[in-house]
């Protein structure tokens, strides 16, 4: 990309780079190597970079503000078991309920049922039960709590 072509060219130049042309343009524009990012967010980043260099970073009053912002919403400890870990793409998840036995598969997109996709297990187990059910507790991920009988939410 030469040094005439408009920001909002370069910006859509990027969709249509290589991994190894974004990395060389990450390089020029950051005077360091590229982190091991996803291609959507490493072109993302490059776009905000572009930006900043043509139109100029935040003012110190603003950098200032959303440092302190950082800083007042810090990470809090979670609770014990507050957010259920995921379990790694391709794992089968298998569930026996009224004599018949259901398996989703976990895909980096969610969970594949029969054949469609969806985000969460809370969901599958709905559809399975007919009511509303904690979907990693009626699968097993998770254990019972003090909630509600029968891992119903």
């Known amino acids: 990309?030469?040094?005439?072509?408009?920001?909002?060219?370069?910006?859509?130049?990027?969709?249509?780079?290589?991994?190894d042309e974004l990395r060389k343009l990450w390089k020029e524009l950051n005077e360091k190597e590229a982190p091991d990012l996803d291609l959507r967010i490493l072109r993302q980043r490059l776009s905000a970079r572009l930006q900043e260099l043509a139109l100029g970073g935040l003012s110190e009053k603003s950098a200032e503000r959303l440092k302190l912002a950082g800083k007042k919403s810090?990470?809090?400890?979670?609770?014990?078991?507050?957010?259920?870990?995921?379990?790694?793409?391709?794992?089968?998840?298998?569930?026996?309920?009224?004599?018949?036995?259901?398996e989703v598969i976990v895909t980096p997109q969610g969970f594949e049922y029969r054949g469609e996709m969806y985000k969460s297990l809370t969901r599958i187990a709905t559809m399975i039960t007919g009511s509303s059910w904690s979907g990693p507790l009626f699968f097993g991920l998770k254990s019972k709590s003090k909630g509600g009988e029968h891992g119903q939410a």
């Open 1 to 19: 990309m030469n040094d005439d072509t408009t920001l909002a060219a370069r910006v859509v130049a990027l969709q249509s780079m290589k991994t």
């Open 74 to 102: 810090e990470h809090k400890p979670k609770a014990q078991n507050s957010r259920l870990v995921k379990p790694p793409p391709g794992t089968v998840i298998s569930k026996e309920y009224n004599g018949e036995t259901h």
